[in-house]
């Protein structure tokens, strides 16, 4: 037999908070006590102060009802934010750490979903701008669920497109600008490499599930009063597209699930 070392295996030289917190940096997956429990071999008894605690400093975050509290250090958006951090480091060449960031963001959602998909086949019947974005959507990595304070579970990623007059008939699918709020760079401009990052997994969703080979660019960052923070990109299709999208006669702006 080798020698292997377990996740439940005590660290003799750390707290337990540095312990638990250590474990709960390395995913966004959310644990329950009892799971925790089973994981790190703290008893559960030990481990509600712990987690006490380490909520109270802001130091980790809960998600779902009181006595069902999940536990968990990032959601999936500060995860990958993490992720788009260490893409870059002080004295690099931002230019380079953009194309890397972009050329990662694209691999990872073109990747997940040649393996998610039957056959990895790219090509999808879609009847109008929205069912389009809406699968894009889907298919786009960065995104949070969040539990409110009436507790009511609500996607945390929402796409819009235009302004109040827009509708999504008046969308011209071959050259349109979307926000996404929040942007992995959550609104802070010094996050260029969170922005590319975006950037590619929006050309890798949008190639992926429309079969559509496009250019995008980030343009802007902004608030929007209800949806808070966005970053706006210009996608641009390289070959126009064949298509006639019916035209729908809805209002509809923003993509939420
Ligand atoms: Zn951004």
New binding site residues.
Partial sequence: MGSKCYDDEKLPCCHSQEHILLFLTRTPWRFSINELAKVTNFHRNSLRPVLKSLVESNKIQTFGEKNHSLYYYNGVIDHYRRIAKSLHSEGDDIKESQRIAIKFGYQLVKNTLKEALTDGIFKFHHHSVHEMLLHVKWAFPFSDLLYTKDGEYRPGTVFTIGDHNTTFSSIDPNDFSVR?HP???R?EAE?QI??AL?MGALKGAIEGTCDIKTEVT?TS?GIHEEFGSY?EYQVKALDPLPINFHHVSDNVKHVEN
Avoid: D, V
Wanted: net charge neutral; with cysteine; charged share 0%.
């Fill in positions: 996404i942007c992995l760079c609104g996050s969170a922005c975006t980030w960052y970053c």
